[in-house]
Each structure stands twice: as C-alpha cells, then as structure tokens.
C-alpha cells in the first residue's frame, strides 16, 4: 500500500461556483510500483484479447445488419394507410401517413399534460460531484510521489452520483432524487387505419418541449408538498430557482408530436412488430415525416456504417491501451534513473501504436474473410492486379531509360 498524506482545504459555501477541495499525497516504491505493473501486464493480455474479439464480432455484426437491410430493402411492400390488408399480415409493409391521437397525454405525477404520441419528463438534481487532478513524479531509485487534488463541485445531474463513493464523502452527501425520469406513450395513436402500438411510438424521438405554465404552480406544489415554483417553463422543486441547494430539482417535458410518420415493420392485424429476417437482424423502423422505403433504408445502412467505425475506434484504442501495458513493467524497471524511465516510456508508446496498427487492421481483414469471402478474394485480386501492373510499368520505365540512344 502507498503511503498517504492529506492537506485539506477550507470548505465551500452555498453558492453553485464556490468548491472545497484537499490535496492527497502517496509515494510508492519501486518494488511495488513493479509488482503493479505485472498486474497491469496480465490484464493487458485481457484488454488485448478483448479487444480482438470485438473488433472480429463487429464485422460479423455489420455484415449481419447490411445483409438484413438489403434483405428488407428487396420484401418491404408499401402499403396505403386508408385500409389494412389482411393478406400482408406477417409480411414486412412500409406505410407513411399522419398520426393522430384523441386524449392528450398526462403526467400523472405533476398533472402535465400534451397532446402527442409521446410524453417524456427528465429530471436533474443539484449535488455534488467530485473531481480530481493527479500529478505524478519519479524520485531516483525507482519510487513514485503522487499528488492527487480533489475538488468537490455542485453540478445538475440528470441521474443520482454515489457520494459514498467519495475520497471525502463527508459533507458532500447526495440525497436520493424524489422522483426519476418518465415516458408516457399513447395507447390511442392512429396512422390512417392502423393503430401503432407502444413498440413502434418509443421509436419517435420526443424533441418538442413542453413549458409549463406558472399558473400551475399552486397545483405542483400541493403534488409535492413542499417548495416548488415554475422557472424557465420547467417546475422546480426547492426553495429558491435563482439559489439552488443539494437536493434541489428541475424537471422538463419533452413530447413527439403527431403528424407524418413513416413505418416498415411486420404487419399484425392494425399494429407493426419485428420483422425477422433469414440474414439474423429483426427490423422495426419508424421515422417522422413521409419518408419512402427506399429511404429509410439507405438511411439504417448509413447509420450501420458510422457504428461499425465506431466499434472498430474503440477496439483499436482498447488494443493500444492493452499493447501500453504489456510493456508497462520494462518502463518502471528503467524508472530508476527517470530521465532513462521516461525516454523508455516514450518507445513504449511508439512500439505500442506500431504493433496496433498491424494487428488491429490484421483482425478486421481476417473477420473480413470469414464473413465475406467472396468479397475478399476479389479485393485481395484486384489488389494483387493493381500491385502486378505497377511493377510492371516500373519495369518497363526501367527498361526505356537503359536502352541505348
């Protein structure tokens, strides 16, 4: 264990800007400091395994979703929305067309009410929240001195942080949040004869806010018997909008509003479920607006890619991080001359990117060939005719520069 010293700082006040933090001090051995890093190594191995099997499933995934979406693009049957069809029950239908509900939807908790095909409430509590700022120095010999600042803040969240959790939980303790955050779909949504159902509504993003008028306040308070008011068009729970305290708590309303909608799913009877395909992936899609199958489709393909890249960011940089410690003990050994510590630590970086970005390429090529094949063998041939004609007219050049005049 590292041994430890703390200097405390003075205490915040009430005030949203004003924090009270304290330094922390540990020093650890070289010894131990070598011990750490061959955890670090084991655990390097599992990052890197890790990481190799993601980067293998994500192709897989990305083809599954491709070869599903192309297989929906060829089924879907558009369909008008002026009668339901009983011969295209269980077939996949594309049907756009404005939606419309009868009974405005309400919260029940605060009296809240918005006509639209969703209703949402986010709730965010003022509390603390810790930060940290370490500074890490390498003594001769081995050892390490770290200095750890923690500084506590009062911030809104829209979920409760752990303050037991804290270096320092005492006076920074964190209620529980009195009420969560909801969603309240309407069960009475119609699209021409079709009657979507609760699957397909919480697909429709809720963007449209709600303000709330102050001449609700009076009821909000008697809802939650204590101190609430409306600030901004949101109800705020606690004394004062303008002085927040930890505990204190505001809450919005967002609604998806009825009008043009877009739908492909599998038919059942008036309503849409997943339409699962013989690729693997089960599609249910809804998107505001009229907007025709083709489009939506082309859309969820764009959509697959932009994740398939970010799957394959996140496993090249858990690989790196995995690379980095496995080369992590060489560096605290040379730790006992720092300057040698830090220029070794520098080419263990350097070594690390180099070997990622060998092996990570190298994995997603070969998930290529395992989930697509075909598709290989011709880039790998189009690649070795592309490489054949360059040596050639490199050849050639050669040649026409060596003949005699």
Known sequence: MPDLETDAGSPGGGSA????????????????????????????????????????????????????????????????????????????????????????????????????????????MYQWKEESRTETRKNVGGSEETVTTYSYVRTWSDSRIDSSKFRRPDGHVNPAMRYQGRDVVANDATLGAYRPGERVLRLVAAETPVPIDPSLAAAVRQRVGGSASISD??????????????????????????????????????????????????LLMATPGSVPADQMFKDAQAENRILTWILRLIGTVVMFMGFSMLLRPLVVVADVVPFIGSILGAGAALVSGVITALLAPTVIAIAWFWYRPLVSIVVIGIGLAVAFGLKMLASRRAAAKVQPA
């Open 17 to 124: 800007d004003i924090t009270d933090s304290f330094t922390e001090t540990s020093s650890q051995s070289w010894v131990s400091r070598i011990g750490d890093s061959l955890k670090g190594f084991l655990f390097g191995l599992a990052l890197i395994a890790g990481s190799c099997v993601l980067l293998f499933w994500n192709e897989g995934r990305a083809v599954q979703t491709e070869r599903s979406l192309t297989e929906g693009a060829g089924l879907v049957v558009s369909v008008t929305p002026d009668r339901v069809d009983p011969a295209n029950d269980g077939k996949l239908v594309h049907v756009s067309g404005e939606t419309r509900t009868t009974r405005p939807l309400i919260d029940t908790d605060f009296g809240v009410s918005a006509p639209g095909l969703r209703l949402t409430r986010a709730v965010e």
């Open 233 to 282: 068009g949101r109800i705020y729970v606690g004394a004062d909008p303008s002085e927040p305290r930890i505990g204190d708590m505001r809450i919005t309303f967002k609604t998806a509003k009825t009008g043009p909608l877009s739908i492909i799913g599998r038919q059942t009877g008036s309503d849409f479920a997943q339409y699962q395909t013989k690729a693997g992936d089960a």
